[in-house]
C-alpha cells in the first residue's frame, strides 16, 4: 500500500521560510519521480516542483530562485524548501509519486503566509 505523508505545512509571514517534508511508503522511492503540487483556495492544482531518480529538478516560474526540492533516498523523504515565502504562496501543498504511470498523492498539508 502506497503511502505519502506531508508535514511541515503552518502559517508563517511574508518574507518567512518553511520547509515541508514527505515520507514515502509501498514504493521503490529511489526509482520514482517525486514532486510538490499546490492548490489555492478556488484555483487548479499546480505544480511547484519536482526531482527525478536522477536527482534532476524543474520548478514553476513562481517559485524558482525561492524554493529549493531535495531527497533522501536514505530515508524516502522528499523535502521542499520555501524561502521568501509570499502570501500568494498560500494554498495547500501536496506531495506526488509516479510509479511507472501511476499518480500517487498525499492528503496535503496547509501553508499559510500572512501579509
Known amino acids: 500500500q502506497v503511502q505519502l505523508v506531508e508535514s511541515g505545512g503552518g502559517l508563517v509571514q511574508a518574507g518567512g521560510s518553511l520547509r515541508l517534508s514527505c515520507s514515502a511508503s509501498g514504493i521503490i522511492f529511489s526509482s520514482s519521480t517525486m514532486s510538490w503540487y499546490r492548490q489555492a483556495p478556488g484555483k487548479q492544482r499546480e505544480l511547484v516542483a519536482r526531482i527525478t531518480s536522477g536527482d534532476t529538478t524543474n520548478y514553476a516560474d513562481s517559485v524558482k530562485g525561492r524554493f529549493t526540492i531535495s531527497r533522501d533516498n536514505a530515508k524516502n523523504t522528499v523535502y521542499l524548501q520555501m524561502n521568501s515565502l509570499k502570501p500568494e504562496d498560500t494554498a495547500v501543498y501536496y506531495c506526488?509519486?509516479?510509479?511507472?504511470?501511476?499518480?500517487?498523492w498525499g492528503r496535503g498539508t496547509q501553508v499559510t503566509v500572512s501579509s
Open positions: 506526488n509519486a509516479v510509479v511507472t504511470t501511476v499518480n500517487y
